[in-house]
């Protein structure tokens, strides 16, 4: 059976191009003065075609970018993020690893965003993120100044009134802990916060509210004895390899020590998929205070679920309402596979009401049909949204989807409007960029790329998020391959 990852617009792209001549259909808003991103996993090397995922660690992040300017699309760009091992798979000299900005097991392949000026790539458990240039080279690993150890998260939050990113990191080894923090403005971390989360929950994403983080605590779990046996070297004794497996899950490495530790060289690296369904997991949402030092965390049991991805959180009359893609719990109780789960997971839109006083927790559906990456408008992050955003299609692996749609979701008018992709013609995320700063709520494009099966090229698609009709299409005489997220940066 032929590897879905490597089939199709899931497959890599095998080289880094420049395209400074792009053809453009429609018009493209003069407002827009920045650079469309989005990154996903894409192998520098050969993989093995039985066992390779987008989540195994040979998932090397690549970022593509197009610069608009003045109505014109300036360029279009793809490059691999620069890791020790990257660079020496494309014959060039690797830079020293810091180590103190996480482990170096996988490239940064989940996030690029903009921030303090700076373009980072992003990802989770403990692996260090790295800073781009503004033509999408790598300029070395994230860290914040060296503010911020042991890696971040590819979903940090923007408060749109502070302009601080909010965030909560895990690690994948090391004790059951995580980290609330806040980057300034300034781009330095301003204030963390650790708390424990038993069971090496998959804490990919949050929500943030004016008071309050709200993050899943569900049962996808880490796969910690996996991820262990990576660690410990086949020639130790035995008895050798259990002390060091118990340590490795028990106690916290200095950063140094876990980034040297998790190298790719080191583990032989693995295609497996390294998350695990974990039945005696609970499901609960933990809220906790905004800046709240040792305030604690509170949680509210929910339904059996997985959520990877927010739409977006507000309070209202003494409760914290949240919208996010849930996915139905795994009913299998063998070893939970990504494809078995991404197949029966039926990710759909659905909101949790948490109401602080009694601590009960109210869910609903919003919409039943399959989708994912889901957006707001990046002005009510955290404050009542009326629309959010979603995609259907190939990249949720819905079969029952003819051709792939961008869904916009009024949840005022309970309804919700579908921009229809042409036949054969596949999207990923889209991300809403507001036309000024106090216009409505849905004036603004929602931008992403698409992928045209026919000719087998992509384009930066815009459409007006108010009509939900096309604005303009930047052709691409090259192949986005499918991935995970992007961003506007202006
Ligand atoms: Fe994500």
Redesign the pocket.
Known sequence: MSNLFLTGNFAPATREETITTLSVTGRIPDHLDGRYLRIGPNPVMEVDPDTYNWFSLYGDGMVHGVRLRDGKAEWYRNRWVRTPDVARALGERPSRPNHRAGNHMIAAN??VIGHAGRTLALIEGGTAGYELGEELETLGECDFDGTLTGGYT??PKRDPVTGELHAVSYRNLGRDVAQYSVIGVDGRVRGTVDFDVPGKPVL??IALTENYVLFFDVPLVFDRPAAVSMVVPDWMPRSAQLVLSSLLGKVSMPESVAGRLMSRDRVGATNDYPFTWDASHPSRIGVLPRDGVDAGVRWFDIEPCYV??TLNAYEENGSIVCDAVRLQGYDGDAKYDIRDAFDSASPTLHRWVVDLASGKVRESGIDDQVQEFPGVDPRLLGRRHRYGYTTAGTVNLDPTREQDAILRHDMEQNRTTTHSLPRHHRAGEFSFVPTSVDGAENDGVLMGFVYDETTGLSNLTLLDAATMEPMATVRLPARVPFG??GNWVS
């Open positions: 989940t996030n590819g979903h990919h994403d990877f991805h995970f997220h």
